[in-house]
């Protein structure tokens, strides 16, 4: 039995993605560091730091508002440094002030450093140093590291280190300059993600692969309790140990004009454009003349997939919608027990789990703090896991048993839109693998399934290419307030979709409902200010959803319809429709989803919203 822990201590606050970039070579440290915060822009901030080393001295800049503004700050001072260290931070403990934003140090500067996480215990380790004499002039957890550290570091970094992340408790990602170390920056991480460029007489390090790619393809990925110094002489590891160790170099194909807008007003409008090519890229080595192959990325025998009795698939946010679409496709054609978990529930649920389980864990950044707690639990009872995810270097994929990469690219909006079609497909193609080996998919259903799907990008296209239509219905309802959005079957996580869509960038109230249950309760909200976004397309519950939109319209709701081109009784039921091509039923929702995305991102244009950056919001959430 798989009993997934106790609760313990969990953290209060919800933690939004701070970015940490540090550099040290030959080029001029304050444009690097700029640049790369720019490029992680996306992970969300309120304010911004950089802490530039010039000779003896380290001037420390920061500012609220964008980095922009941080930028401003900076070319006044002109800053001429090779080497230093940038923040962008979402407060979690303290205000959004100057004093509070990132890079923190101890009072006699000897330490200054950079932090995503949250440390759990800092008021126990503030009171032991405010106890010993140590004073403090912000109200963060950051600047209790900067002052433990110099208190702890007596000449050597890599065991002051070791000992320091024997204190902590909690997550962290930290870069760090040492006064009487001149030319080396140092990083450890824990929980949060921290990554390592190597370039030609010049380091880096960064959160995010997408803030380095100007600069570097070449990267290492730390593990939890790594060390690492920096230097333009190169990169040194240690363990959590302080033993010294070799790390893998990872070479990263992304183009740097896959992180730029390239003429679109925002990467979102971008991204959803790119869906045909994940489409196709994703299908791509992954079929040939004899059907499905998956075999150069599972490495699972015919045997070992026979007596699999279970599949759980555990993920969040949008990547548990697009698992709930892909349960109700695997139950269709396997004759396994399949169950889709939202990560943070799952790991606190007493589960049975073991070798007759395959466990999938979907996340497009993989570090997804409850999704890693969830796999590391049920990895101990012998499950097979199985990370399916956008980066194949990430904590997630460097842990399971196999990885199915969602070949999408760098997504920078923070509403995902092309992953979740990346992990639509890459989830539909392990379900038909396993049919497939389970003798439940039969050849003509292989055939019938893999051949549509090579039509999917052309029929995306042409959906695409109503973006104009859809601005127009958009802008018509921008001024609602409400929405509620329903759907059957494989479009009832469309519908789910849809409305979290709209919830992020547009700030609207939006709720999805299974449209059976439209009765049972959310029919009360319903009159002529409430629209209802029906997801109905010509499948096998067409005529069941039908009734429901037209309960709909008898309490004077306002009917915005997802339709199947021709269908000209639910047009004739709806103020308004978006029609997408006919597929296969099963395939739907590649299809529904495109128009609920370019309705989303046209309601909250015309609002005005910041909509590749919404408030609150991060692109991975790496602790509770």
């Not at 380790?125 to 405010?130: F, I, N, P, S």
């Not at 038909?432 to 003798?439: A, M, N, V």
């Not at 309960?551 to 997802?562: F, G, K, L, N, Q």
Request: charged share 25%.
């Amino acid at each position: 039995m798989c009993s997934h822990g106790s609760i313990g201590r969990r953290c209060l606050l919800p933690h939004i993605m701070c970015g940490i970039v540090g550099y040290i070579g030959y080029r001029n440290a304050s444009d690097v560091l700029l640049d790369g915060m720019h490029r992680l822009e996306y992970r969300g901030y309120d304010s911004a730091g950089i802490a530039i080393r010039d000779k003896d001295s380290i001037g420390i800049q920061k500012e609220v508002g964008k980095v922009s503004d941080l930028e401003k700050l900076v070319s006044s001072m002109k800053p001429g440094g090779h080497q230093g260290i940038g923040h962008t931070r979402w407060a979690t403990h303290g205000e959004v002030t100057s004093l509070n934003a990132h890079p923190h140090t101890d009072l006699r500067k000897n330490v200054t450093l950079v932090h995503n996480g949250i440390v759990e215990n800092f008021m126990e380790l503030k009171a032991e140093l405010e106890y010993s004499g140590v004073s403090f002039t912000t109200e963060t957890d950051t600047e209790v590291i900067a002052q433990l550290l110099a208190q702890i570091h007596h000449g050597d970094a890599v065991s002051s280190l070791v000992e320091l992340s024997s204190r902590l408790k909690g997550s962290y990602a930290m870069a760090i300059l040492i006064r009487d170390e001149a030319d080396r920056i140092y990083c450890i991480r824990k929980g949060s993600p921290l990554v390592l460029g190597i370039g030609e007489g010049e380091s880096f390090c960064a959160s995010d692969v997408p803030a380095l790619l100007p600069y570097t393809k070449d990267f290492i990925y730390l593990d939890d309790g790594d060390i690492a110094e920096l230097s333009a002489a190169g990169i040194k590891t240690w363990n959590s140990q302080g033993e010294k160790i070799s790390k893998d170099v990872c070479r990263v194909d992304w183009d740097v004009s896959m992180v730029d807008k390239c003429g679109y007003p925002h990467f979102m409008l971008k991204e959803i454009n790119e869906q045909s090519r994940v489409l196709r890229d994703t299908l791509c080595h992954r079929v040939n003349s004899s059907g499905i192959d998956l075999s150069a990325e599972l490495t699972i025998s015919s045997a070992e997939v026979a007596a699999l009795k279970k599949v759980h698939i555990i993920a969040c946010g949008t990547s548990y919608y697009a698992s709930l679409v892909a349960e109700r496709f695997m139950e269709n054609i396997t004759d396994l027990d399949i169950r889709v978990d939202i990560a943070s529930e799952y790991r606190y649920r007493s589960i049975v789990t073991g070798k007759d389980t395959l466990a999938v864990f979907v996340s497009q950044s993989g570090e997804t703090a409850d999704t890693l707690a969830a796999e590391r639990l049920v990895k101990k009872t012998g499950a097979t896991c199985i990370a399916v995810t956008n980066n194949p270097n990430s904590t997630l994929a460097r842990e399971v048993d196999h990885v199915l990469q969602l070949m999408a690219g760098p997504e920078i909006g923070v509403a995902a839109t092309k992953t979740f079609s990346g992990q639509l497909a890459v989830l539909y193609l392990l379900g038909l693998f396993l049919g497939k080996q389970r003798g439940t998919l039969s050849t003509s259903q292989e055939e019938k399934f893999l051949s549509e799907f090579a039509n999917l990008p052309y029929k995306i296209d042409t959906i695409l290419m109503k973006h104009e239509e859809i601005r127009i219905l958009a802008e018509k309802f921008a001024d609602s307030r409400n929405f509620l959005f329903l759907g059957r079957g494989l479009s009832f996580p469309i519908a789910m979709e849809g409305a979290l869509k709209l919830k992020e960038i547009s700030y609207i109230h939006a709720e999805a409902y299974a449209a059976g249950e439209m009765k049972h309760g959310p029919i009360a909200l319903l009159d002529s200010e409430v629209p209802v976004v029906v997801i109905n397309p010509r499948d096998e519950l067409y005529e069941k959803t039908l009734s429901n939109i037209q309960e709909a319209r008898a309490r004077r709701a306002p009917i915005i319809s997802v339709i199947t081109e021709g269908d000209v009784v639910s047009q004739k039921n709806a103020q308004a429709s978006v029609s997408v091509p006919a597929t296969e039923n099963d395939l739907t929702p590649f299809l529904t989803v495109i128009p609920l995305q370019l309705f989303a991102y046209y309601v909250a244009r015309h609002r005005g919203c910041d909509i590749d950056q919404p408030r609150n919001l991060a692109k991975s959430v790496t602790v509770e």
